[in-house]
């Protein structure tokens, strides 16, 4: 589930984690619930096999956890992720949470993070994304994901698996960037949990001012990135119907890259104007339109719909009382996809509880607010 079919055999989870299978309970069933888990979207007689697998998933884990050796193996900390996915796709409630904790300490116990190692890396793509939604900051400090050791150009290099993985992705291109943008992004989160705190209300200035320098930091980097990047067309489907199949997955990696700078700029407006006392600005309508055009056009089902799943959310929650946008954001985040391994359903719903409040009472709602209110558990 978490290497698609359209991979290379370079796959780190192919080849370094699936391995460790045979000899790894608790990372088996771990593997099993999450993949019954995803069957029983469409086939639902696949669910109870998936809540059994489950429940022997943490029972083994515990039982991995309780030998210091096999408590810094891969196989366990891999458990602990794919449990944490499991709960994220498939479930209602917060134990998502609980699991990327102990994943946290699991790496903290091997000695802190290491940038070469996936499971590491993977850690933070669950980590930087799921704060944005939290309430907090990142639940390890630094860019651990990168690596510190500087190119010859000055700037940072990524960690290299001795690997092309994912397969479209042969020059590192979106790699490279997605992971710079992630820096970008939990510099956000922790702006938002900032601006959420007793010091934050009291002092905007200081909030506006911290998200003013995020701001164009992300700017410049985004105006330096690769033109094929930044500035890919929205009908390259049509135009270049000749791209090959990793061509295709390429862009459309691109087009979700560019959801997520776009819903950067959408969360920075919301921190410092959470109720829209300002008129909108240009950049924003910008980020919200660019968005909803990517939306337009992306496909369900091609496994890359994570980064366009927060855009859309972003820019829904930057809607006041419009009809016309609001579905668009309901149809696309409400897709059942058999192929995609993440759901939107708990993003979908504090939007709901949003635009209805919205409707009813004619006025902006905080979405962060709400989420509290709600004890939403996205």
């Known amino acids: 589930m978490i290497a698609y079919a359209n991979d290379s055999e370079s796959n780190p989870?192919?080849?370094?984690?699936?391995?460790?299978?045979?000899?790894?309970?608790?990372?088996?069933h771990s593997m099993i619930a999450l993949a019954a888990g995803h069957l029983a979207r469409v086939q639902p007689q696949h669910q109870k096999t998936a809540?059994?697998?489950y429940s022997m998933a943490l029972r083994e884990l515990n039982t991995a956890l309780s030998n210091p050796t096999t408590a810094r193996s891969n196989p366990t900390l891999g458990s602990c992720l794919i449990l944490c996915v499991y709960e994220i796709s498939l479930s209602n409630n917060s134990r998502w949470k609980e699991h990327l904790q102990g994943a946290r300490?699991?790496?903290?116990?091997?000695?802190?993070?290491q940038s070469s190692n996936f499971l590491t890396r993977f850690f933070a793509l669950l980590d930087i994304s799921g704060s944005l939604f939290a309430g907090r900051g990142p639940l390890l400090e630094g860019n651990?994901?990168?690596?510190?050791?500087?190119s010859a150009d000055g700037s940072k290099k990524l960690p290299s698996t001795g690997s092309s993985w994912p397969s479209y992705d042969s020059n590192g291109v979106m790699v490279e960037h997605f992971h710079t943008l992630m820096t970008f992004m939990a510099r956000l989160?922790?702006?938002?949990?900032?601006?959420?705190?007793?010091?934050?209300?009291?002092h905007p200035e200081f909030i506006e001012s911290e998200a003013k320098i995020i701001y164009d930091d992300l700017m410049k980097w985004w105006g330096n990135v690769p033109k094929d990047l930044r500035d890919q067309p929205i009908d390259w489907r049509t135009k270049d119907q000749e791209k090959s199949a990793a061509e295709k997955l390429e862009a459309e990696s691109f087009d979700s890259t560019k959801a997520c700078v776009c819903s950067c700029v959408i969360y920075l407006n919301h921190i410092i104007d959470p109720l829209s006392k300002g008129p909108q600005n240009e950049n924003v309508q910008d980020a919200i339109r660019q968005i909803f055009d990517i939306a337009?056009?992306?496909?369900?089902?091609?496994?890359?719909?994570?980064?366009?799943h927060w855009g859309l959310f972003s820019a829904g929650a930057a809607l006041f009382n419009d009809l016309e946008h609001e579905e668009l954001v309901r149809r696309k985040l409400g897709t059942k996809s058999s192929t995609s391994l993440y759901n939107a359903d708990h993003a979908l719903e504090l939007l709901e509880a949003v635009w209805e409040r919205q409707h009813k009472y004619n006025t902006r709602f905080d979405w962060r607010t709400v989420q509290n209110e709600l004890g939403s558990n996205m």
């Open 13 to 28: 989870f192919y080849m370094e984690l699936v391995p460790y299978a045979t000899s790894s309970p608790a990372l088996l």
């Open 51 to 53: 809540t059994k697998h």
């Open 105 to 113: 300490d699991l790496i903290k116990f091997r000695g802190g993070p």
């Open 144 to 150: 651990y994901w990168i690596e510190d050791s500087p």
């Open 189 to 202: 989160s922790s702006l938002s949990a900032d601006s959420m705190s007793d010091v934050g209300r009291e």
């Open 296 to 308: 337009r056009e992306m496909p369900e089902g091609v496994g890359l719909e994570m980064g366009l």
